[in-house]
């Protein structure tokens, strides 16, 4: 297929732009991308003899359909959009259930498939009865419930939230053959509705020697963490609300911290307790489970920042490609240091790049999709997206994240392995010419 320049020497818009026929992003916002690739890749059908006459009258089309539920749930054909859970029958250890990042688009997760780790099971709590305390270096301690908190201004913001274990497979010596669900399903993103830290704060009266705030939760383990009040200052709310309704008993109902850009154990859920100290707390939780050992032997202590990084999702593993022809990559970026600056995706294993388009609003420490228009010739590929921030970090390479971090001697023989934390580095896909994809490391 051959492509002539406009008459002001411009290139068109799916024209090619880097190796292996990534093509410019600028096609995203035309018709001729569509058009050309319902041409070549037979993603629809022409209405040609028998096929032109009109539609027949399925039987979903002849009779009434069910009754309209109290509460909405996806189609039966949607079963396989689910969570994939590592202790389904809790037992006495965590339970991980993890976002299917691959069968998902935009980049809201829906409230019933956002990641949750829950230290102790699902606490049943009553929002009637729970309470809120805060104290400890304060002017006026101050007890809240969540009717009282009802009555306070609120905000409503977009941010993600993931695990620091996110992407813990990722430190494997060799490539793990599972999806983007089980490499980065620990991390999802929502619109969070509460009340911002700050506000409450104010209303208490900070004593100057404050300087950190314990959090704690009401779940049988009390997992606490502890917040620096400069962070808990900016934009930590008391987040009551996720994506329109209450949040979900996995995801710290009735109310729950919220730490934008940070690691996920730092949003402490089922939050009961905030105490306002001098030093950090060094709970457990700090002081061991979310401090990572370096390959230099020191300890990783107090590492909030959850940092910039970027995965493709369609195509990824799980999917497979029916045939040469256009298809759009598409994938996720986020950054805890703020709005995602651009995404470069490549088709041949690094050697050559193209920027992609980005999906708007681009949202400060939340998810933003990235789009890229491509045509496959039928050869052997490998998509791999690098993503960097407003603050100019760039998501490393493979190679300069090992060097720096580590990895694993031996594979990892299971996805739920946990040998690191804050893995970030770039994801790649290998696509065969039978189209089957596969886990590689580029």
């Not at 509460?71 to 993890?98: C, G, L, M, W």
């Not at 830290?197 to 606490?224: Q, R």
């Not at 001697?409 to 696509?431: C, D, M, R």
């Amino acid at each position: 297929m051959t492509f002539r320049k406009r008459r002001d020497g411009a290139s068109p818009p799916y024209e090619d732009v880097a190796g292996n026929g990534l093509l410019n992003r600028r096609a995203l916002l035309g018709r001729g991308i569509v058009l050309a690739g319902a041409a070549s890749a037979g993603v629809g059908a022409s209405l040609t003899g028998a096929a032109a006459e009109p539609l027949k009258n399925d039987q979903w089309s002849l009779e009434m359909g069910s009754v309209v539920p109290a509460y909405q749930v996806p189609s039966r054909f949607e079963k396989d959009v689910i969570r994939t859970r590592s202790n389904p029958n809790n037992e006495f250890r965590n339970s991980h259930a993890r976002t299917p990042h691959h069968l998902l688009q935009g980049t809201v997760t829906p409230n019933g498939l956002f990641f949750s780790i829950c230290h102790s099971g699902l606490p049943d709590i009553d929002p009637a009865q729970h309470k809120l305390v805060v104290h400890g270096l304060v002017k006026q301690p101050m007890v809240y419930t969540v009717e009282s908190l009802e009555r306070y201004p609120m905000v409503t913001r977009m941010h993600f939230v993931e695990c620091a274990g996110n992407s813990a497979p990722m430190f494997s010596s060799a490539p793990l053959q599972v999806t983007a669900q089980a490499l980065h399903g620990l991390a999802s993103n929502a619109e969070w509705t509460g009340v911002l830290l700050s506000t409450l704060l104010d209303e208490v009266g900070i004593d100057p020697k404050a300087k950190w705030i314990l959090a704690e939760g009401a779940d049988s383990l009390g997992l606490s963490r502890s917040v620096p009040i400069k962070m808990a200052l900016d934009d930590v709310m008391v987040a009551l609300y996720q994506n329109g309704e209450r949040i979900q008993p996995g995801n710290g109902y009735p109310m729950r911290l919220l730490v934008p850009g940070c690691q996920g154990n730092m949003n402490v859920k089922y939050l009961r307790r905030l105490k306002l100290i001098d030093q950090p707390g060094m709970t457990f939780y700090e002081a061991k489970t979310y401090s990572q050992i370096l390959p230099t032997g020191k300890s990783w202590l107090f590492h909030f920042t959850m940092e910039v990084k970027s995965f493709i999702t369609h195509p990824s593993f799980g999917h497979s490609l029916k045939g040469p022809g256009h298809y759009e990559i598409s994938g996720i970026a986020y950054s805890g240091n703020g709005r995602i600056a651009k995404v470069m995706v490549s088709a041949d294993g690094g050697k050559s790049w193209a920027e992609a388009a980005l999906q708007g609003p681009i949202n400060p420490k939340a998810f933003t999709r990235f789009r890229m228009p491509w045509r496959w010739d039928g050869q052997p590929v490998v998509l791999q997206s690098r993503a960097w921030d407003e603050a100019g970090n760039v998501q490393p390479l493979r190679a300069e994240f090992v060097a720096a971090r580590g990895q694993t001697e031996k594979p990892v023989t299971s996805p739920l392995a946990f040998p690191n934390q804050h893995y970030n580095s770039i994801t790649s896909w290998g696509i065969d010419n039978a189209g089957s994809i596969k886990h590689v490391y580029a």
